[in-house]
């Protein structure tokens, strides 16, 4: 955060986001985005999630997305969800019936292609590796997680943050000074993402990797298994669009003209105080 954002009134024009953060939310954006598409596909070629180093059809999965003979259905453990239209079941634009889990809007490519999604899938994650080590770099430079992104021991505090949660809740989002940098919600979800989220994902889907099976087998073994590797790999890939819609959600109740002008440009208008 610059350091005139904390001098600033509301009403003001401030710097908010440095251009390391500003090229790396961009690039993300794309990136996840492609990844989750072209995920969807790769699961599309078999719909069951196993825990372990084996899983096939004959086995217990704990998570199924098929198709009866008249509706699309959900499973998770004992339970089982009706889901025609939505999973398992649905019409594409030609307007013939499908029995794939996700329908083809949801996937890259549309038409089903395993080749294809891998093809998508490995090429983006190599953006998001790369694209990630840079900003890290940047960051440690800048300092943008010391300076921006680490909680104080008293935004730490359970009653602070309890405070935040219903704050968000209720749509009641700092005004003035407090809105020109991150709240401890921010700070916690980022960071989570960051150090947690992102990481966790790109060594679940090495972990899944026949090459690093053979070559680093103590990666498996530490996710438990190729099997779990994957189920990881998909329970991190529902988080992280989880987090997206959340914060979707909070930029058009901030307001989407002034918060995404300044994740374009870095410049920020100080919302008014709250009351």
Known sequence: MAADATKSTAGRTVFR????????????????????????MIFNAHPRLYWGHAGANADPAWLEIGA??????????????????????????????????FPGWATIPTDYSLAGARRWHLAF?????????????????????????APSRGELAPRHIWRDIKDHARGRLPGGEAAARYNILQKLSYLAVIFGLLPLMVLSGLGMAPGVDAGWPWIVDL??????ARSIHFLCA??????????LAMVVIAGPINEIRSMITGRYRLPAERA
Do not use: C
Not at 74 to 91: E, F, I, S
Not at 127 to 149: C, F, K, M, T
Not at 223 to 228: A, D, E, F, I, M
């Open 238 to 247: 529902t988080a992280l669009l989880g987090f997206i819609l959340v914060h």
């Open 17 to 40: 986001h440095r251009l390391s953060t500003r090229a790396w939310h961009w690039l993300n954006a794309l990136t996840v985005i492609v990844m989750l598409m072209s995920g969807l």
């Open 68 to 101: 009866t003979p008249t509706e699309g259905i959900l499973k998770v453990g004992a339970l089982t969800l009706p889901t025609t239209g939505v999973l398992g079941r649905w019409t594409d634009r030609h307007g013939v019936v499908q029995t794939r889990a």
């Open 223 to 228: 996710l438990g298994g190729r099997q779990s």
């Open 125 to 149: 994650a190599w953006v998001l590796v790369i694209g990630g080590a840079l900003y890290g770099v940047a960051s440690l430079i800048n300092r943008h997680i010391q300076r921006d992104l």
